[in-house]
């Protein structure tokens, strides 16, 4: 379970001691979690602390231990990162930015003002009618993961989805895995192993997914080919190039999905964020219909 799902899971609690009518067991419990959460952030405190006093070889497990997801989220829980803001939305663009380049030209860091993280799109893709909504989810999600003291995310040089009323943009991925209405949802994906070389079927709260690594990083696209509808799980990925196995139709997985014969016909892309939460999709209400 994620740090997140954890805390979470403790406000659940305290919330329903509060409610039962427990009102002296509810604020020592209350109590107790703050001091445990206290002793453990000090007890961390002191490890870096420690590990700064041994040079180059303390910084470099300082490095290591910031690398892990989990270690990296009570890291950032108790204020302890080693890598300042900047650096650290830095550090998630560069993650993210592989993903991006199928669906955007790049984005600048404007840094941090106020509490609101600013960002610049370099170029678009055209005709990729959720290449909108995929790169806001995917450059909101990432910051916010790796800032969580930044209040907004402001990315300037979006181009206006072509139906707006279709999908409602949340202010960043929560830890539920579908949000009501029309909302996009995040959606964690089961277990789908190290990258191969090939495709992974995966299901995502009823949605058929196919993730395809390419050099190590992983797309996400709704299992159907654009041109024949079948799976593509089955399919042979070569490189970048994914084949449908029904009718051998060919695309790039790391541009979108566009076909190598018809830049006019792609398949479907789904955002999708490595973080210490797991592989996560956005499913909205339009790809659920």
Not at 38 to 65: K, N, P
Not at 134 to 149: K, S, W, Y
Not at 175 to 181: F, L, N, V
């Amino acid at each position: 379970m994620t740090v997140q799902k954890v805390g979470a899971r403790v406000e659940e609690l305290l919330d329903s001691l509060k409610s039962g009518g427990f009102g002296p067991a509810a604020s020592a419990a209350e109590e107790l979690v703050s001091l445990l959460v206290g002793l453990y952030g000090d007890g961390l405190a002191q490890i870096m602390t420690v590990l700064s006093g041994h040079g180059r070889e303390g910084a470099d497990m300082i490095a290591a231990l910031a690398d892990d997801p989990l270690v990296e989220s009570l890291l950032l829980l108790h204020g302890l990162h080693p890598l300042d803001v900047d650096a650290r939305i830095q550090r998630a663009l560069d993650r993210v930015r592989p993903y991006l380049g199928s669906h955007a030209g790049g984005v600048e860091y404007l840094g941090v003002t106020d509490g609101v993280a600013r960002l610049r799109l370099e170029g678009s893709c055209h005709g990729c009618p959720s290449s909108t909504v995929t790169v806001r989810l995917a450059i909101t999600g990432a910051v916010q993961d790796a800032a969580p003291e930044v209040t907004d995310v402001v990315v300037e040089g979006m181009t206006a989805a072509p139906e707006p009323t279709m999908l409602q943009i949340g202010k960043r991925p929560g830890d539920d895995p579908q949000q009501a209405g029309n909302e996009v949802g995040w959606v964690t994906l089961p277990d789908i192993g190290p990258p191969s070389s090939r495709p992974v079927a995966a299901s995502a709260n009823g949605v058929a997914v196919v993730v395809c690594s390419v050099r190590g990083t992983l797309y996400a696209y709704r299992d159907a080919c654009a041109a024949c509808g079948s799976s593509l799980a089955e399919g042979r990925l070569e490189r970048e190039i994914l084949t449908c196995p029904g009718c051998c139709a060919q695309y790039n997985a790391r541009l979108a999905g566009k076909s190598t014969v018809d830049p006019a016909v792609h398949l479907e892309p789904l955002p999708l964020l490595a973080d210490s939460q797991g592989v996560r999709v956005a499913i909205g209400e339009a790809v659920r219909a």
